[in-house]
T-cell receptor
Framework: RKEVEQDPGPFNVPEGATVAFNCTYS??????FFWYRQDCRKEPKLLMS???SGNEDGRFTAQLNRASQYISLLIRDSKLSDSATYLC???????????FGPGTRLSVLP | DTAVSQTPKYLVTQMGNDKSIKCEQN?????MYWYKQDSKKFLKIMFS???????INETVPNRFSPKSPDKAHLNLHINSLELGDSAVYFC??????????????FGDGTRLSIL
């Protein structure tokens, strides 16, 4: 089993749609979780950290389920500018074993 | 006022050459990283330095040698370049912290093409 797995994608959705990405991780000792987005030919940029209680930032909601070792990202009212690859990132304790998932590509269509 | 800057942005060179990529961060972070993103877009960590000390060294050929002269700089030297080294190399930094729970900030990437 790979350390971090994500929905294979790509996801093609119309503007205004709600889309959810899933991510699972294999190391139960993992401590920190993030979602990054990467635009074509650009560097990854932090979208949001993922907290145990779940957290929301505008149209974006992240959830963490430690028991199932599962992270999700929900995007509501998707915009054309949301088109990118979304990367799930899992970090082990003390900054060790910082692992990126393979990413899920999202295309929001007009 | 770029936070994490890498040079060069593009590097085209022949097989067998030796090249270096430089990285500097002005965020005051303690930890710096090198990642490789290959043609399949998979981003994989290569090295991590904390306060100039190597803390992560993934399975990378020893042709790759990182050097950290101070905590704001982490350079990557590559000897005897091979075709398979063609990729985008990203430098990143984070504030680390005792729990290592801080996100990373990335440079723009260096696109290395081996002829």
């Amino acid at each position: 089993r790979k350390e971090v797995e994500q929905d294979p994608g790509p996801f093609n959705v119309p503007e205004g749609a709600t889309v959810a990405f899933n991510c699972t991780y294999s190391n139960s000792a993992s401590q920190s979780f993030f979602w990054y987005r990467q635009d074509c030919r650009k560097e990854p940029k932090l979208l949001m950290s993922v907290y145990s209680s779940g957290n929301e930032d505008g149209r974006f909601t992240a959830q963490l389920n430690r028991a199932s070792q599962y992270i999700s990202l929900l995007i509501r009212d998707s915009k054309l500018s949301d088109s990118a690859t979304y990367l799930c990132v899992v970090m082990g304790p003390y900054g060790q074993n910082f692992v990126f998932g393979p990413g899920t590509r999202l295309s929001v269509l007009p | 006022d770029t936070a994490v800057s890498q040079t060069p942005k593009y590097l085209v060179t022949q097989m067998g050459n030796d090249k270096s990529i430089k990285c500097e961060q002005n965020l005051g972070h303690d930890t710096m990283y090198w990642y490789k993103q290959d043609s399949k877009k998979f981003l994989k960590i290569m090295f991590s330095y904390n306060n100039k000390e190597l803390i992560i060294n993934e399975t990378v050929p020893n042709r790759f040698s990182p050097k950290s002269p101070d905590k704001a700089h982490l350079n990557l030297h590559i000897n005897s370049l091979e075709l398979g080294d063609s990729a985008v190399y990203f430098c990143a930094s984070s504030s680390g912290g005792s729990l290592g729970d801080q996100p990373q900030h990335f440079g723009d990437g260096t696109r290395l093409s081996i002829l």
